[in-house]
């Protein structure tokens, strides 16, 4: 059998299953999109590796290297940051073919740099090899979390209402324009979404007062795409959720490029990925005071988009002429390797 | 200009003036086999990775996936040992085709498995993603060490002794016959230095022995080979060296090999790396001493191979008969971009 037939959840479940279970210092091992290690002080130890590889993650065509270094830099600070964590070090391993221009590796180390100290860390190792084809980036992110700040994917409960910052759609929405430019953009809306896709900002921040504020009960970063980051969540937590439509936070930019793509912008916005946004669950009766505390220390909006439900009622879209979009089948997140799958991104072990 | 016109520590020295200053709670940061970190706790974090690239590091028709797996275990294992640390965690990076079979995986991280248990860390998280065209394996290793027990690549003194563990030039014998196979081998040469290199056994108990003797003052696995590697410690520790080539432990099977293949084996034990045995110095009066301790603890050699050296002596190799190899313009190691220069393995940064 190939891991494109086995699917994802198959193949962590029969990893899982050969690993065995985990050592008592390992307080969230395989399954969780960071790692949380007991490592003996007040703190614990966080850590998570993500792979950009040519190709397949980026082109180098379509991005410049120091874009490159921010986007690898900011997907694993992403996800540091939605377990309410502090990033600190970081090691990174590259594999780049010998004629690779010292000035691509200059710029790349800068983008990563940038974006890192943005993040109050720093590149403390890593490697360099050979590539015998595409290059290939991976980032191991090290990071440290107050216990009773940590949030998780796991936690979230019936009747909590889906929470998510800022707007969704707009990466994707970029990734088209970046595949099949249109003529009829305005320059505003193409370089909003493009940089939303090439260099996404982590919502550090946020997490850290979303995890600070003892509200909420499960979060995960809309990196695969909403329906199937809150798959995540939903599996996580043994529970259900249904996602109001016309909730969903979608920017200017992002519905000018999918009217002149035809494209319903709701696609994107559901299924897009990639948009390094937070989607987390609160009580309902805490859903202004965390949006609250969230804008007013950082200007960004928390939308409520959705409800949790019991794991019986699975996992849907609802639309509000009352049609139902069902992603139950699809809980578990997009195959990555299952064939029509979402092919762009890896997925977390 | 090109990486490989640039060369190793070029580049390394770029990407240290690209990345600045180090923030305070790294002990040791970029251009050792691992980084020092301070989490607070009476401990110090390791934190290394190392990356297996095919076509560059491995082909799947030389090594079966649990070789590799367990392979790619045993070089970051190695260089905690290096350190006198205790490896702890390990986060996987897979890039994969398609088309791989899960029971390549299944096997995969069965070797994973294996190597890290014994070594008495687990994975504890990871990520997979497609690879457009080679399979690649990335693993960052966190390990953890009393801050005295701790050994680094530099600390070597003028009179040192240079020690190395077990023997070296197997695993470049073990390559050679996966390359191009000799008839003429007894299977117990042959399977002694394939296993070598398919399979490196590192010296873990032997590290931390080391370690927790206060005699070592500079200590550094043989990944690149024994030149090279002495060449890191003289770098860091601004010192000069000399090995006194009869000296050089090289095993049976490897005698056996050269001859077969009509090569000086000491070609492999000087330069050919991935032997995965301990490069250390100490004070000429604590040879017996140390030695005495790892062999009665493990049953592992340690042989006395040359002396540190004044900086402005440099870097040799010495015949018996009293012919030198100058190794001091290669001081830095081998530049795994240079053209012509020892392709297979990565550097680290």
Redesign the interface.
Known sequence: ??????G?FG?IG??AG???P??A??VV??G?D??V?H?????H?L?????Q?????FRQDATTPRQLGRKVAAINVSDIAAMGGTP??A???L??P??????F??EL??GL?EQLRWAGA?????????????M?I?L?L?G?VQPDCMILRKGARVGDSVLVTGTLGDSRAGLELILAPLGEVSEAARRAVTERHLTPRPRLKEGQILGASGMVHAMADVSDGLMSDLGHICRAGNVGAEIWMERVPVSEACLEIAKGSGVDPLTWALAGGEDYELLFTVDSRHVASVADAVWRQTGITCTEVGRILSPEEGIRAVHPDGRCLDFTARAGGWD??A?GGN?K?????
């Open positions: 059998m190939k891991i494109s037939e086995l994802e193949l029969r990893i050969i690993l065995g985990a050592p210092d390992v091992g395989i969780d960071v790692a290690l490592v003996g002080g007040s703190e130890l850590a998570t590796c993500d792979i590889v040519e190709g397949v993650h600190r070090w090691l990174v391993s594999a780049l010998d004629d690779t221009a010292v000035a590796v200059d180390y800068k740099e720093a590149v403390v190792g890593g490697n360099c090899s050979r590539a015998s084809g595409e290939m991976d191991c090290l440290s990555h390797f064939r092919e991104r890896g997925m977390k072990t």
